[in-house]
């Protein structure tokens, strides 16, 4: 029976109804096992991360698997791509993944050709000879779209190989896997978990044999979650599609009123989730004093939390350059609106 994904986040990955079953997935804390079985070491199988991946599966589709952080997951994908391979990814997105590629390409260990990726011509026809395109949409910070459904077609065409980083638009948005993308990435951290308490990822596969290569990726790079964090992130998946729809709900009132505030100029939302980011009329500094400025609103990096977080994304040396200095990257948590809406005001307050 196929579910909706506010029912699968809740049923996905409990154990088998029985008597005195116990109703969440155990913890389990052990790096050996006794012998004769088909997991044997720590490294290669925990029943903690076999729950959390099993929920991720039926929220993306496919086959999931989870790793130590959204990092971790990103250069496994990388990890198997022979040396010199060309990749297709866009010319801005999360600072971390852009840093990797920029790394990547100045070795010699990828050929990356990076792309307006809000330019489907441009990106089509940069497609040629490539062995991955790995897409983030919409993009950390700036929330560019990229028209997922023309750019994996036009890929699969190619026979290239199709990565999309889901993390801002989660499963609740959109499933790329039943587009066709042979892999979908998240960084666990965010809304999966929640809860600002956990660093992790996965990747949800949908070919077989392309998900026993990324396994043994996993197990080569020892790249595995801790038990701990996996079953915290599955405690939080329960409650996913509720803060989500919550959290978008707040950021979509809130859209409006940034849009008619006098000091501020531009305010980027693609229309859902919970991730806004504006510019204010203002210097670096400015802008900083007013991330500084909030009482109930977090300065913090990252996003996806139930609470509100804020920050100017530049502070960061490996920020894009094409991200605007005083761009604000607020994550709008499940806070009552207009608590959240009287801090925003205090805080611009100090421009
Ligand atoms: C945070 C983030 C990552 C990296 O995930 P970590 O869990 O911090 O390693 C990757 N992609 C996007 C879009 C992110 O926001």
Known sequence: MSLHPETSAITAGRPEAAPDASLNPPLIFSSTYHAGGPVSYGRYGNESWSALETAISQLEGGETLSFSSGMAAISAVFSILPIGAPVVASNQGYSGTMGLLNQHHASGRLEVRFVDITNTEEVIGAMKGAALLWLESPTNPCLDLADLPTLISAAKKLTIGVGVDNTFATPLVQQPLSMGADIVMHSVTKFLAGHSDVVLGSLSISDPALFKRLEEARRFNGSIPGPFEAWLALRGIRSFPVRFRAAEKNAQQLVTRLQSHTKITKVRYP???????????????????????????????????????????????????????????????????EDIWQDIEQALGSL
């Not at 510019?279 to 990096?301: M, N, P, Y």
């Not at 960061?316 to 604000?328: C, D, F, G, K, T």
Request: proline share 3%.
């Open 271 to 337: 229309g859902f989730g919970a991730v806004i980011s504006f510019e204010v009329d203002g210097t670096a500094e400015q802008a900083e004093k007013v991330c500084e400025s909030s009482r109930l609103i977090t300065h913090a990096t990252s996003l996806g939390g139930i609470e509100s977080l804020w920050e100017r994304r530049r502070r960061w040396a490996l920020e894009s350059p094409s991200v605007p200095e005083q761009l604000i990257r607020l994550s709008v948590g499940c806070e009552h609106v």
